[in-house]
């Protein structure tokens, strides 16, 4: 069992990860979210779910050059924060794009690339999110918890592909997240991961 001081990390990521999707409920009660508040929410909640997703994903990676080891601790909780902006940024898109008619956001998913590769990206972290649990480990057997939750890089790809297909002009964001995605990789590769990737699960849930 985790003690309350070994949790503080994971409470101060919280307390930090919690601030945009404040400045949004107050900007909107305010009426201070620009000239179109939809484009505000959709954009914010979107470059969150992308940050926290990067972040999740660079961690055992941090863990590895570094031997820390809270690193691996936070992995779950960012990516829940992802999959939860990324709901968020989800539904925004479906509430004031579609007015949560299914039909027209499935037209939509259809007919634009970019969006399909969005959703495919949700639809990848959601089971992820759901099977999150030390209880969801045991009951899946740590080998198959470890392939599906390898689905997270398969996420971050197509997170970053999302993003990519959006950017017109500036791509240093688009590059430094594919960037921060390659190096996370090399370093994960089994000639230099060895053995570590059983240890890292075990750890992640102490
Ligand atoms: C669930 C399906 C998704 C839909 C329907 C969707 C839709 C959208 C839309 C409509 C925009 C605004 C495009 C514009 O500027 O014209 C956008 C931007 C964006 N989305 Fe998504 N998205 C989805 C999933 C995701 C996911 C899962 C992530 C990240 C993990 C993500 C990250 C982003 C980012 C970073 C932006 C750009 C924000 C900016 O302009 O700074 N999206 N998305």
Redesign the pocket.
Known sequence: MTSLRGRWPGWLLALLLVLPLAGLVVGLLKGHLGVNPV?TL??????W??R??ILCLSMTPLSRVTGWTWPLRLRRDLGLW?CG???L??SV??LF?HGLDPAS?LG??LKRP??T???A???V?LPLALTSTRAMVRRLGGQRWKRLHRGAYL?GV??VL??SW??KADLF?PLLYATILGLGFLLRWPPWSGRRGRADTVRAFR
Not at 42 to 47: D, K, L, P, R, S
């Open positions: 484009e959709t954009h914010v909640t979107g470059e779910a992308l926290c997703l992802a902006y990324a709901c940024h989800f898109w479906w794009d956001m939509d998913v970019w969006i590769v969005g959703v990206t949700l639809l972290l996420a197509l997170a999302h993003f959006l950017v964001e």
